[in-house]
């Protein structure tokens, strides 16, 4: 199937390449990156990662898209839909996420390309909403769904694959409608 691509004014979003692996995996060990998550991921569970994230996109049309600057970096992390597991409360949906090297942090990268996927979740694949979900204590993140016009909906959740006591383990669900565009 093909892959949609899309473009912002900054930002490329497009199919994964076997280039983007290494940095990929620097950008999965970092551990200010991944600091609202588990762990961080070795080299062989970074490429693990990137393998399913491709499959996806190669049996649906898109996914988590990679993400490069125009004329400045050829990836700086990814960002795009996935379905989250079964295993979660807000499940059957369609989720939006992002990761981004720090060193691209404070730029507005991760809201712009998070619009552009959601301009596509909404006016190319006519999704009736996405959802968004991260550890309530992760604040960058939930000001990235805001900035993005996603709403708190007032929900929490234990994530089920997080153990009691976790400090991560409470989540937080933002939402946006396609019948609700900002």
């Known amino acids: 199937m093909a892959i949609i691509t899309f473009e912002t004014p900054r930002l490329q979003l497009r199919g994964w390449q076997e280039s ?5 995996a620097a950008l999965n060990a970092d551990p200010e990156v991944m600091k609202y998550f588990p762990a961080t991921l070795s080299r062989t569970e970074s490429d693990a990662q990137a393998s399913r994230i491709r499959q996806f996109m190669q049996q649906h049309g898109w996914g988590l898209w990679a993400v490069e600057v125009k004329q400045q970096a050829a990836f700086i992390g990814f960002v795009g839909l996935s379905v989250p597991g079964d295993d979660l409360p807000c ?6 996420g992002w990761r981004v090297a720090k060193e691209y942090w404070g730029q507005g990268y991760a809201s712009e390309a998070a619009r552009g996927a959601l301009d596509v979740a909404f006016t190319t694949l006519q999704l009736p909403e996405v959802v968004s979900f991260t550890a309530e204590i992760n604040q960058p993140s939930r000001r990235v769904m805001e ?30 409608s396609r019948y609700h565009l900002n």
């Open 20 to 24: 983007d692996l290494p940095a990929f």
């Open 91 to 96: 499940s059957p949906c369609v989720e939006i």
């Open 147 to 176: 900035r993005i016009g996603m709403t708190f909906s007032g929900e929490t959740f234990e994530h089920p694959r997080l153990p009691p006591g976790d400090p991560l383990r409470t989540h937080v669900l933002y939402r946006k």
